[in-house]
């Protein structure tokens, strides 16, 4: 039950599409879902964050979709570029006394120019 | 503001050694957080800290690994023993206590060779 599902594992975009990467819950006490992104030799950095009180958040080219109901959220990174490409990681905490993350597995993205 | 720093960055060891990492939060950040990556996976919670008292420890942390924050500074990560199933990424996150409470501020990362 603590578990955050990520997919796909890997993803291959085009420079200037859309990439999607999609997580899974089945805790209902998450609170708070982040993402990461995290580059070759560095620690994750906060890319975006939403709670369950709204369905979408949109920053610049990066938007969360979040569905409450299906215990499901994703991130699209709209017109994706080379320096896109790094692991993506989506997470939820429960905001309880420690606010410690769940992390998903991760997913690799590589944007072609 | 310099960001959450970590030392060494890399450390390598033979197995049944004992290796100690360091972390230094982000200034007046009262929580503090360690947490495991191995490759190919997401960060794991290993334990965490509010000011100088440790609140919480995953059960992934066995009894040879063990973590201090004296004074609610600095804080340190020790595993005694080590086997080559250590070998992973260490992370080391801080956060405020308040408004912006769950935004965790990650550092570089040590990463651990068991030999």
């Known amino acids: 039950q603590q578990q955050v599902k990520q997919s796909p594992q890997s993803l291959i975009v085009q420079k200037g599409g859309i990439s999607i990467i999609n997580c899974a819950y089945e805790?209902?006490?998450?609170?708070?879902f982040p993402w990461y992104q995290q580059f070759p030799g560095k620690g994750p950095a906060l890319l975006i964050a939403i709670r369950p009180d709204v369905s979408e958040k949109k920053e610049g080219r990066f938007t969360i979709s979040f569905n409450k109901s299906a215990k499901q959220f994703s991130l699209h990174i709209m017109d994706s570029q080379p320096g896109d490409s790094a692991t993506y990681f989506c997470?939820?905490?429960?905001?309880?006394?420690?606010?410690?993350?769940?992390f998903g597995t991760g997913t690799l993205l590589a944007v072609q120019p | 503001d310099t960001g959450v720093s970590q030392n060494p960055r890399h450390k390598i060891t033979k197995r049944g050694q004992n290796v100690t990492f360091r972390c230094d939060p982000i200034s007046e950040h009262n929580r503090l957080y360690w947490y495991r990556q191995t490759l190919g996976q997401g960060p794991e919670f290993l334990t965490y800290f509010q000011n100088e008292a440790q609140l919480e420890k995953s059960r992934l942390l066995s009894d040879r690994f063990s973590a201090e924050r004296p004074k609610g500074s600095f804080s340190t990560l020790e595993i005694q023993r080590t086997e080559q199933g250590d070998s992973a990424m260490y992370l080391c996150?801080?956060?405020?206590?308040?408004?912006?409470?769950?935004?965790?501020?990650f550092g570089a990362g040590t990463r651990l060779s068991v030999l």
């Open positions: 805790n209902t006490a998450f609170d708070y």
């Open positions: 996150a801080s956060s405020p206590y308040g408004g912006a409470k769950n935004i965790q501020y």
């Open positions: 997470a939820a905490s429960d905001g309880g006394a420690t606010n410690k993350l769940i």
